[in-house]
């Protein structure tokens, strides 16, 4: 029997996933373990492998499009089998717009019969929480172990339990901010996707009547719902439109409903857009992909064919042109993030310049050494990783109410990819050698750079380290990586005349600046770490002590 594969939920917090590539194409065998496609996440691109056996019978989302979690992914079945019944289910590719539109008019209507009995809404700040589906074929959850109990104070991304699901054990945080006002499900007791886990509000609230409200079928907050209606409204209405439109010829287009909805909010004449999809049709990436210049700028060459004057000199003549490329997920949430960290933590930014006199010669002699190979960056990492353990102030992170001080120290390195930035994190760096580091940092980097890493293998840090020295950069501040509440800039080592003993000789510098979040590390404390921090880095013998 067929079965059907839904986009699966690859983390916690993800919502929608994009198709980077598909390993397996239509009417190819799949062995359960083979790996189907390369799926993007708000976090990384991770491969999704098939839990099923039997041949790839249909793809419902392609290469670069996007979808949200539990849409028709593909379809896995005996050859030749009958599918029809599936896709007219789930809805193709094709089909997915007006699918949608049908269901949503008959959720409406049911949800039209079923408000005649008005249950109570649950008060506006209020949230139910219910049990996340944190892999695509978990359908129940286990709580591990509560990390909140009722009564406490709850911050959006904290992490309220540790719920085990068919394949781990995961963390789960908080979407919210509030109180804790009532658990669910206790540790150690299971519960199906969807069973309410906890309810957060305002302190106070009355819980009981939450609960009556949540039981009897109450919106959990009043401005989704409220957001919901236009919406099923609008869809409503263009239900009987057809699939096709008139232009001024008379000639006919063909286009999605959900094309035409997309360029009637953005006032596009469908007439201008060429359609990618079977028979010409106009489907939604040619509407958001559409660029009115390609239509205007002949309009304006004409223009300025005919009002430029006629002089003797010659003029450049060209044709403007711009691009518009979709954001990926990984550029949103970064953007997202590091917006959040820049506007949130008062930054402010200390330089130092350090000799690496020592340090050059340190290196010359360890990679000297049979299968050995460390560099200037492992050794950053080392002495941070040492400065740290002194300035447990620096290994902090800003809780509101308190600062946390974190006793390990796991350091993070910043690593360029082609879709932005991620960061590794090398565990209990200050336990480690050099040499243990550099294998690390090379093992990790090479895994982010392949899409290969692990989300786990990202989290954790309390410190991060970017470095762009290589790229002949000598000095740069960068964005606090939250929750640290610190982060080292390196720049690269710069030969060039210094003062030492009083004459003028040839040196080796390079600048480092610790940006610092102002509410847990004063300038006092910062300036000391960079102290340690430098005599680390220029006599590097001290490190092994």
Not at 103 to 113: G, H, I, L, P, R
Not at 129 to 153: N, Q
Not at 370 to 391: E, G, I, Q, R, W
Not at 428 to 455: C, E, H, N, W
Request: charged letters at 25%; glycine letters at 8%; a negative charge.
């Amino acid at each position: 029997m067929a079965e059907v594969i839904n986009m699966p939920r690859l983390s916690d917090t993800m919502e929608e996933g994009t198709v980077a590539k598909w390993l397996k194409k239509v009417g190819d065998k799949v062995e359960e373990g083979d790996i189907l496609a390369e799926i993007e996440t708000d976090k990384a691109t991770m491969e999704f492998e098939s839990f099923h056996e039997g041949t790839l019978l249909h793809i419902g989302i392609e290469e670069g499009d996007g979808a949200p979690v539990d849409s028709l992914l593909a379809i896995i079945g005996e050859e030749g089998e009958d599918i029809s019944a599936l896709l007219n289910g789930s809805g193709t590719t094709e089909s997915k717009e007006e699918t949608t539109e049908d269901a949503e008019t008959k959720a409406e209507e049911s949800s039209a019969s079923e408000s005649s009995s008005e249950p109570a809404d649950i008060p506006e700040g209020v949230e139910i929480i219910t049990m996340p589906r944190l892999s695509d074929t978990m359908e129940e959850g286990t709580v591990a172990s509560w990390l909140k109990k009722v009564g406490d104070t709850v911050e959006e991304g904290d992490i309220l339990a540790e719920i085990e699901t068919d394949k781990a054990t995961m963390e789960f945080e908080s979407f919210y901010s509030g109180t804790l006002l009532h658990i669910g499900i206790q540790e150690g007791e299971g519960a199906p996707v969807d069973s309410l886990l906890a309810v957060i509000g305002p302190e106070g609230t009355d819980v009981d009547a939450v609960l009556k409200a949540q039981a009897g079928g109450g919106s959990s907050s009043s401005k989704p719902k409220e957001d919901a209606e236009p919406a099923k409204e609008s869809k409503k209405e263009e239900a009987p439109k057809t699939e096709t439109t008139a232009t001024q010829d008379g000639s006919r287009i063909f286009a999605s409903p959900l094309a035409k909805k997309i360029a009637e909010e953005k006032g596009i004449n469908l007439s201008n857009v060429k359609g990618s999809g079977d028979n010409g049709r106009i489907v939604k990436r040619d509407v958001e992909n559409y660029q009115p210049s390609q239509t205007t700028a002949p309009t304006a060459e004409k223009t300025a064919d005919v009002s430029a004057p006629v002089a003797p000199i010659s003029l450049p003549v060209g044709e403007e042109s711009v691009e518009e490329v979709k954001n990926s997920t990984m550029r949103k949430v970064i953007a997202k993030r590091l917006g959040e960290s820049k506007f949130t933590a008062p930054h402010y930014y200390l330089t130092i310049e350090v000799d690496m006199s020592n340090a050059m010669a340190s290196r010359l002699q360890i990679n000297n050494l049979p299968d050995t190979k460390v560099s200037f960056n492992d050794m950053v990492l080392k002495a941070c990783a040492m400065a740290l353990k002194k300035h447990p102030q620096v290994n902090t992170s800003w809780n509101g109410d308190t600062t946390v001080y974190k006793h390990h120290v796991h350091m993070g390195v910043a690593v360029a990819v082609d879709e932005g930035l991620v960061v590794p994190v090398i565990k209990f760096a200050d336990q480690l050698s050099l040499t243990q580091i550099g294998s690390a940092v090379k093992d990790l980097a090479g895994r982010a750079r392949g899409k290969k890493i692990k989300p786990d293998e990202m989290e954790g840090s309390t410190f991060t380290v970017s470095n762009l020295g290589m790229f002949g950069i000598q000095e740069f501040t960068s964005i606090i990586n939250q929750p640290n509440s610190a982060i080292l800039s390196v720049g690269a080592i710069v030969e060039k005349p210094v003062v030492k003993d009083g004459q003028i000789v040839v040196g080796n510098t390079m600048k480092v600046t610790l940006a610092c979040d102002h509410r847990t590390v004063d300038g006092a404390t910062g300036a000391q770490f960079l102290q340690t921090l430098r005599a680390y880095l220029e006599n590097p013998v001290t490190m092994l002590a």
